[in-house]
């Protein structure tokens, strides 16, 4: 007996179906990212589909950084920096967010990454404060779906940001 595989695909889809499970691939169909002007957090938005509605999906979200932190007077404005004012510091930011899937079977949200606070003291009236932030790629993993922005996006002293 010969078995013609498009008959058995035809037979699995249809019991698939029949026991409610969905053939569409569970994807990311948008990112978003962005950076926060006020603190240099990255901002993740996504959406994911191609899920069973009602199912918790775990969302994480993860990315590398440079941030380079220094003594800035309490008016805002960076001392004029010697090469000890002035550390660099590279690190990994990983969240997680569990999100219920919708009747459609998306997942719709936001993560928010933010830097590991470095700690040092400064004379005089200045403060300890992070004046720049390189953000590297962001990678989004959820329920089987992958997805990598190479989005780098640079803030600095959280006034200035500029996106590559």
């Not at 919708?102 to 949200?109: E, L, N, P, S, Y």
Request: include cysteine; glycine fraction near 10%.
């Amino acid at each position: 007996m010969r078995l013609d595989i498009r008959h058995v695909s035809r037979a699995v889809g249809a019991l698939l179906v029949a026991t409610g499970v969905a053939f569409a691939a569970v994807h990311f169909t948008s990112v978003s990212v962005t950076v926060d002007a006020s603190n240099g957090d990255l901002l993740v938005g996504f959406t994911e589909a191609g899920l069973p509605s009602g199912i918790s999906v775990p969302i994480t979200a993860d990315a590398s950084y440079k941030a380079i932190w220094g003594c800035v007077t309490r008016g805002g404005n960076l001392v004029k920096p010697t090469i000890t004012d002035l550390r660099s510091y590279d690190g990994a930011a990983s969240s997680t967010l569990v999100i219920t899937s919708d009747k459609q079977g998306r997942v719709i949200g936001s993560i928010t990454l933010t830097t590991v606070d470095e700690t040092n003291t400064c004379s005089g009236n200045k403060d300890w404060k992070e004046v720049k932030v390189v953000w590297g790629t962001v990678t989004l993993t959820g329920n089987g779906a992958t997805r990598s922005e190479e989005h780098t996006s640079e803030l600095q002293s959280h006034h200035d940001l500029v996106c590559r």
